[in-house]
C-alpha cells in the first residue's frame, strides 16, 4: 500500500540523515487519490514536472479536501507555463537562467505573491540536463536577490546518469559545496534537493536536505 511504503520511506531516510533530509514525493502521472493516501499518511512535500498535471492535481485535491502540503516544481519551467507554476506551487527547484527567473518575478508581481526559488545546478556536466554550469550559479544568485517576489531558497541537481557510484557521488558532493559557498557569501540557500529513487542514499551521505522519490512509494507510473 502507498501508505505503508511511504511510512516505510520515510523512517529509512530519517535513520539516515539523522533527521535532517526530507522526503518530496514526485507525483507525475500519478491519479489524485493516490496522492490523497499519501498524504494520510504523513506526506507533506509534493513536486510536479509537467505544469498541465500541476494544477489539475493541485485543484482536484483541494476538491478532496487533502491534507494541507507544500507543492515544488520540479520540472523545466517554460515561459508560458510560469503563470500556472506560481499560483499552483510554493517552490520553483528548476530555475537555471535569468530570462526565467526574470518571468517568474513578473508573474509574482502581477499576482500579488511571493514564491521560493532554487537554482538548477548541472553538476554531471551532462548536454541531456537542464541545470547551469556550477561557475555561473553565483552570479544568478545575486540576480535572484534583487528580484521582487523571489526568494532564493536553495540548489536543487540531478545526480549522474551513470551505475559510476563514484561518479553519482562527486555531482552530489559538487553541488553541495557550492551550497556552502553560496552560505558563506550571505546568500539564503538552506535547501539541497538531490537525490531520487536510485541514489537517494548517497545524495544523503551527500548532505541532502530534500529528496525527490516516486517510484518508491507509488510503484511504477501509469501507462
Known amino acids: 500500500m502507498?501508505?505503508?511504503?511511504?511510512?516505510?520511506?520515510?523512517?529509512?531516510?530519517?535513520?539516515?540523515?539523522?533527521?535532517?533530509?526530507?522526503?518530496l514525493l514526485a507525483v507525475k502521472h500519478q491519479p489524485p487519490q493516490a496522492v490523497l493516501e499519501a498524504l494520510m499518511a504523513g506526506a507533506t512535500l509534493l513536486g510536479h514536472n509537467i505544469i498541465q498535471q500541476l494544477s489539475s492535481s493541485e485543484e482536484a485535491l483541494a476538491e478532496l479536501a487533502a491534507p494541507p502540503h507544500d507543492t515544488h516544481v520540479?520540472?523545466?519551467?517554460?515561459?508560458?507555463?510560469?503563470?500556472?507554476?506560481v499560483t499552483y506551487a510554493g517552490t520553483i527547484q528548476?530555475?537555471?537562467?535569468?530570462?526565467t527567473?526574470?518571468?517568474?518575478s513578473t508573474v509574482c508581481r502581477d499576482l500579488s505573491l511571493e514564491r521560493g526559488i532554487m537554482i538548477q545546478v548541472n553538476s554531471s556536466g551532462a548536454q541531456s540536463q537542464f541545470g547551469l554550469d556550477p561557475a555561473d550559479v553565483p552570479a544568478l544568485a545575486d540576480q535572484i536577490r534583487a528580484l521582487p517576489g523571489l526568494t532564493f531558497t536553495g540548489l536543487m541537481t540531478i545526480g549522474a546518469n551513470t551505475d559510476d557510484i563514484a561518479a553519482v557521488r562527486a555531482s552530489f558532493a559538487t553541488t553541495h559545496k557550492l551550497s556552502d559557498q553560496l552560505r558563506?557569501?550571505?546568500?539564503?540557500?538552506?535547501?539541497?534537493s538531490m537525490g531520487m529513487s536510485n541514489d537517494w542514499r548517497i545524495a544523503v551521505d551527500e548532505g541532502s536536505t530534500m529528496i525527490r522519490v516516486g517510484r518508491q512509494v507509488f510503484g511504477e507510473r501509469p501507462a
Open 2 to 23: 502507498i501508505r505503508d511504503r511511504y511510512r516505510a520511506l520515510e523512517e529509512s531516510v530519517r535513520m539516515a540523515s539523522g533527521g535532517r533530509t526530507r522526503v
Open 94 to 99: 528548476t530555475v537555471d537562467s535569468l530570462k
Open 101 to 104: 527567473a526574470r518571468r517568474l
Open 74 to 85: 520540479i520540472g523545466h519551467v517554460q515561459s508560458n507555463k510560469a503563470r500556472a507554476a
Open 184 to 192: 558563506a557569501e550571505g546568500h539564503g540557500c538552506r535547501e539541497l
